[in-house]
Structure formats: C-alpha cells, structure tokens
C-alpha cells in the first residue's frame, strides 16, 4: 500500500531537506572559500618575493657596476664583464624548454588521472548525478556495474511512485541542480586564483634566478678586476662565505 503523506507531513519534509541544503552549501561554501583563501596568500606570498628579488637584482647591479668603476673598469668592459655570455644565453633558453617539456608533463599526467576517475566509479556517480534521469524508466546499462548507483536509482522509482512523494522528489532535485551551479562558478573563481598562483609563482622563481645569475657573475668580475672576497662582500653587501662559495664554483678551482 503506498505512503500517504499528509500537508503537514510535506511541510515538515521539505523543511528537513531546506535544513539538510544549507547545512551541506555551507559546508561547501566554507572549504572552497578556505582553498581560496590559501591560493591567495600564496599567490601575494610570491609576488612580494618577486619584487624583492627583482629589488635586490637592481641594487646589486648598482653596487656592481660602482664596485667595477672605482677598480678602474671602462663602461664598455663593464657592460661586457656583467652581461650574459653566449653559452649561458643557450643554457637559459634550455632550461626555459626544459621547463615548458615539465609543465607539459605535468598537465598531460593530470589530465590522465582526470581521465581515469571519470571512467571509473566516481566518474559514474558524475555522470549519473549530473544528469537528468527519469526513475520510473530501467537504468542505463553504463551504470549497471554500479550496484550503488542502482540502489538509488530503485529508491527513486519506489519515492516518485507517490505524487506527493514525486513532489518533494522535484524540490530535492531543483535544489540540487541550483547547488551544482553554485559549485560550478566557486570552482571556476578558485580555479582562476589558482592560475593566478603558479604564474606568480613561476615569476618569482625566474627573478630569483636572475639575481643569482647576476650576483655570480658580479663577483667574478670583481674578482677579475684584483678583489678579495672580503672587499666582494663589502661592495656587493653580501655576506662573505657567500661569495667564497661562487668563487669556488669555478671550473678549475682547487
């Protein structure tokens, strides 16, 4: 004998399921607002590290340019001393394709793990949820191997059976597909910060590389030019086993 539930019956239901929404958009709302949160602070994290490498860069070619000045370099050897030489301009442009082949890599490997869960069970529950399905028909034999997906698909045909139960069927359904856009468009914004982050991130680490490119190839030529380390450290501001460690990274060096 089928259920018969009553207006208040109806009333109280749709409230359970009101309750039970926001609960689970609140939940929702507050992990992917925290996710962002994260991105951001990273993101501010790396961009602040940029312009300090970027800062430091400048000042050191200041130091480095006066430093060379006053050990009676000329301008032109100068530019020469401190400039990027042909092999380490091929070197640079390798490192940048070798980098470009690793993200390459690396979003051909998420992708297929993206791949891999849609066509297994948690791709099933997507595909399944996602869309419309009407229960008073049999299953679709692409979930046939899912006997959670069955389940729910047998209590959806045994709920819609009732008109009143077919009615709050409807309601949970709507709400669902209005929390399935709500999600879509947080996860698009997470997803813009996110790509927002590695860019910043990616930046930062190119400044920082040319400062320390630039700050070895400064001390070399002060090195070059008669000093010691500890007048190096002293020009350049750096501390002075720092530079004791550039200098002997010099092929040759014993």
Request: some cysteine.
């Amino acid at each position: 004998m089928p259920l018969e539930f009553t207006e208040e019956d109806r009333r109280r239901e749709q409230e359970r399921l009101h309750e039970a929404w926001l609960r689970d958009q609140r939940t929702r709302e507050h992990i992917i607002r925290e996710t962002f949160l994260k991105e951001k602070r990273m993101r501010e994290k790396a961009e602040s590290e940029k312009k300090k490498a970027e800062s430091e860069k400048k000042e050191l070619e200041r130091r480095s340019v006066l430093a060379l000045r006053k050990a009676g370099e000329s301008e032109e050897s100068i530019a020469e001393l401190l400039d990027m030489s042909e092999s380490e301009k091929e070197k640079a442009e390798t490192e940048k394709k070798n980098l470009g082949k690793k993200a390459e890599a690396e979003r051909k490997k998420e992708g297929e793990a993206r791949q891999s869960a849609n066509t297994g069970i948690l791709g099933q529950w997507c595909d399944y949820l996602v869309k419309p399905h009407d229960p008073s028909e049999n299953i679709d034999k692409s979930f046939q191997n899912n006997e959670g997906i069955q389940e729910v698909h047998e209590m959806l045909r045994e709920f819609t059976e009732n008109p009143k139960l077919m009615d709050l069927y409807r309601l949970a359904d709507a709400r669902m597909r209005q929390e399935q856009a709500s999600d879509q468009v947080m996860r698009e914004f997470l997803l813009k910060e996110k790509r927002m982050r590695e860019k910043a991130e990616s930046e930062r680490e190119k400044a920082e590389s040319e400062r320390e490119k630039f700050e070895s190839r400064s001390v070399l030529a002060l090195r070059k030019a008669g000093e010691s380390d500890k007048s190096i450290a002293g020009l350049l501001g750096m501390p002075e086993n720092e530079v004791k460690r550039i200098t002997d990274d010099q092929p040759g060096k014993e």
